[in-house]
């Protein structure tokens, strides 16, 4: 299984980005995607998740600002991130799991490579 990340980047305070998984390598229907990420000196911390069906479900961090859609045709996943801000600044990875449960405490079954997202003030 392999999840390959895109977008990222630098941005001020107040911009938006948008980043971009695919999924390869299997069958995503049972796979809740979603994506993770840490700043530095910090743990883990679950962003979002799309299941095969149904709405996202976000940290309460981002809710309002992020928002997560899935293209199960492609086995893609995207994360357009508005409104910034500094502490949104860490790398993010895509990941994958059979169970929202656990994603929702930073654990995944698949990660895929991380991208850089820098907020400047």
């Known amino acids: 299984v392999q999840l390959q990340a895109s977008g990222g980047g630098m941005v001020q305070a107040g911009g938006s980005l948008r980043l971009s998984c695919k999924g390869s390598g299997r069958t995503f229907v049972d796979i809740v995607m979603g994506w993770f990420r840490r700043a530095p000196g910090k743990e883990t911390e679950f962003v979002a998740f799309n299941r095969y069906y149904g709405n996202g479900v976000y940290a309460d961090t981002v809710e309002g600002r992020f928002t997560i859609s899935r293209d199960n045709d492609k086995n893609t996943v995207t994360l357009q991130m508005d409104n910034l801000g500094p502490d949104d600044t860490a790398v993010y990875y895509c990941?994958?799991?059979?169970?929202?449960?656990?994603?929702?405490?930073?654990?995944?079954?698949?990660w895929g490579q991380g991208t850089q997202v820098t907020v400047s003030s």
């Open positions: 990941v994958g799991d059979a169970q929202g449960a656990r994603l929702r405490t930073g654990r995944a079954d698949y």
